[in-house]
């Protein structure tokens, strides 16, 4: 049973920048297309990015105006997502997740506990 590990959230000034990660154990990491979701207080859980096997194709949510990236490393793996210019809006439980081929906005299997993204203003 795949099990996901996120972390490096927590309370950031707006502007600034956060790193997190994703740790996948109990499959085959590099197998699995990822994607990265966030849930905001009394809101539904919403997209944010999803990336390929290799990390060769990417997409995210057209919201995010290019400030954040996805990247994986299937050696370690460990799934990334660099934010940067954060936003009060930001603010949000980011959770990872397999997703699906055809639609890199569909998630698959059970989610972990995410981890907490707090921007203040």
């Known amino acids: 049973q795949v099990q996901l590990e996120e972390s490096g959230g927590g309370l950031v000034q707006a502007g600034g920048s956060l790193r997190l990660s994703c740790a996948v154990s109990?499959?085959?990491?590099?197998?699995?297309?990822m994607g990265w979701f966030r849930q905001a207080p009394g809101k539904e859980r919403e997209y944010v990015a999803g990336i390929n096997t290799n990390g060769g194709r990417t997409n995210y949510a057209e919201s995010l105006r290019g400030r954040f990236t996805i990247s994986r490393d299937n050696a370690k793996n460990t799934l990334f997502l660099q934010m940067n210019t954060l936003e009060p809006e930001d603010t949000a439980v980011y959770y990872c997740?397999?997703?699906?081929?055809?639609?890199?906005?569909?998630?698959?299997?059970?989610w972990g506990q995410g981890t907490q993204v707090t921007v203040s203003s």
């Open positions: 997740n397999k997703v699906d081929y055809y639609n890199l906005r569909t998630p698959l299997g059970a």
């Open positions: 109990g499959g085959t990491f590099s197998s699995y297309l």
